[in-house]
């Protein structure tokens, strides 16, 4: 009984340390999606008002786990009975975020004033008027957050399934929901903490230390330039993760990026790859809102 007992405890040691490495392991090779997620939902959730941030970024957090609870199961059944359909349904999702990144882009360059000063006008009646259309704004916020983190969530979940592919069963469950627990703690930890800066930097602007005055500025000083920057971070990574997807799910595009990469040589080839990803995404994303925009001016035309 003892030795079975001794057995069982050394088999469970072995399975840990195993999952212990697979989940390091897929934890590096999903660093640089985590970090086109963070920037991507830092941007999302800016712009609410200050006493809902966290309330808005607790909510989107939420959805980020009920995407991930669909995704394991989904991600093992497909690898399981269609592993061919992996790569297809991913770059749709790498499609979907270009398609996102150059709406954003066609917003900034070509809308019009009045637009901006409609979106103006109906923000300062939800103030005025009612929280329930602010509430309904904010609503609006946490589904595209959430609709982005479903994109980001299946590309972490399909990169560390490909890491523990050999491993067993058992194993990769529970690297998957290791990975997901993780990265969704991470990312909106990290985002919790970005959009609460500005509160910081006015809690120690109102201290009494000189030092800690002048770092409370500095932060209130920086916080208006660091949410810019993440949102120019976030529609890039969406070009960047969008066309990486579609350069990879196309063995072609892929190749060529890798030649490219040769030619330009050592000194400069490890960013070849990732503007050559950029620009995969900068055409795809044109080219998606291009037929969008036609299918919805022949359905109004048609009605």
């Not at 309330?55 to 980020?64: H, R, T």
């Not at 704004?137 to 560390?160: H, P, Y």
């Not at 066309?243 to 040769?262: D, F, K, R, V």
Request: proline fraction near 2%; aromatic fraction near 6%; include cysteine.
């Amino acid at each position: 009984m003892a030795t079975s007992l001794l057995a069982l405890l050394d088999d469970i040691t072995t399975v840990l340390d195993d999952i212990a490495v697979l989940t390091k392991l897929s934890a590096k090779k999903t660093a640089g999606v985590l970090g086109d997620d963070l920037a991507l939902n830092a941007q999302q959730v800016t712009g609410v008002q200050s006493n809902r941030e966290i309330p808005v970024v607790l909510a989107v957090a939420k959805g980020s786990l009920i995407n991930k609870s669909i995704l394991v199961p989904l991600a093992l059944a497909i690898s399981a009975f269609a592993p061919w359909a992996i790569t297809p349904l991913l770059m749709v999702g790498g499609l979907y975020l270009c398609f996102e990144g150059a709406e954003k882009l066609a917003h900034k360059f070509f809308h019009h004033d009045a637009e901006d000063a409609a979106h103006h006008e109906k923000l300062t009646e939800a103030l005025i008027h009612t929280e329930v259309d602010l509430l309904a704004l904010e609503r609006d916020k946490v589904k595209g957050a959430v609709r982005t983190d479903f994109v980001l969530s299946a590309e972490i979940i399909a990169i560390t399934l490909g890491a523990v592919a050999q491993a067993s069963f058992a194993t990769q469950v529970a690297v998957l929901v290791g990975i997901s627990l993780l990265m969704t703690v991470g990312v909106y930890g990290l985002v919790a903490g970005i959009v609460k800066l500005d509160d910081a930097g006015l809690y120690l602007s109102r201290q009494t230390s000189a030092a800690a005055q002048r770092l409370g500025r500095g932060i209130l000083a920086a916080a208006p330039w660091l949410m810019k920057g993440l949102s120019v971070v976030g529609t890039a990574a969406m070009f960047l993760v969008g066309g990486g997807i579609i350069a990879h799910g196309w063995p072609w595009l892929h190749h060529a990026s890798e030649s490219l990469a040769y030619r330009v040589g050592a000194g400069w080839g490890w960013l070849t790859p990732l503007l050559f990803d950029a620009a995969t995404g900068i055409i795809a994303g044109i080219a998606a809102v291009l037929v969008w925009t036609g299918v919805q001016k022949l359905r109004a035309a048609v009605s």
